[in-house]
């Protein structure tokens, strides 16, 4: 059987969301792209569709590997192979080649993320990937008890030179769906807003809505020593303002101070990935 490559950027973009979503078909939590999402996904990730691949079996697409590029580093945002081709050796053959590809493009990290003890992270590691640390997604579906923040409309361009400080001083530990590029990437997608007490500007919120609730991509106070009680009035003041009870929060490193307070602020772990990295 004949193997061969082909940039993404050479086929349809409805033509990759369909193989995407058929292949994750089965995943711990499937993943269901439209081609909206994905431009937006592409945009915010920083994709590199002429650095990402569709792998060919006589002619078939079975696989994919979609890379995202910042300097000196690249991040693997999916990857996958159609079940009937797994375990055939298609999937090393894939991966060799990206990680290959990357190293031109001098990248000197690639990072990925997998479900917590899911088999296929044995797959990654044989390719010299290791864990580093645990990324937990949380929901609350109760109402918070807390005093409400009033809302400000946010420049995008302040909540990133706040998150740049943040990072800089080692007062954060980002993950890249976090990082101060990817919320200045995604300023059309989401809601950002300073939070006000007594007029006074605590921190900064950038959140969403969807069909079940609400959700928090970042959140961070201006004072560290109360990123707990911040976080906890953050969420009620998105509860009280849309009058609902559900909110999640996806991804979130566990060693950053977001996780803590996420915990303290009595949000429930329902999904934990583990982010491996190769160097």
Known sequence: MKAEFEKLSEISLSEIVDLVNDVFLDYVIPIKWDMFSFELDVKENSISLEDSYVMKVDGEKVGFCINAIRPNRARIDAFGIKRNYRRRGFGSALLDYCIDSLKWKEAKEISLEVAEKDMVASFYEKHGFRVQRTLLSYYV????????????????????NISVFNMKEKLRFLNWQREPITLKLSDDRYDHSFLKDRNKNVGYVVWGTSEDGAYVIDAAPKEFEEYDEFFKRTLFSIQNLLSLEKVIIMNVPENDPLNKAALSAGMKPFFRQWEMIRF
């Open 141 to 160: 579906d109760k109402k918070v008890e807390a005093k409400p923040y009033d809302f400000e409309n946010a420049v995008m361009d302040e909540i990133y």
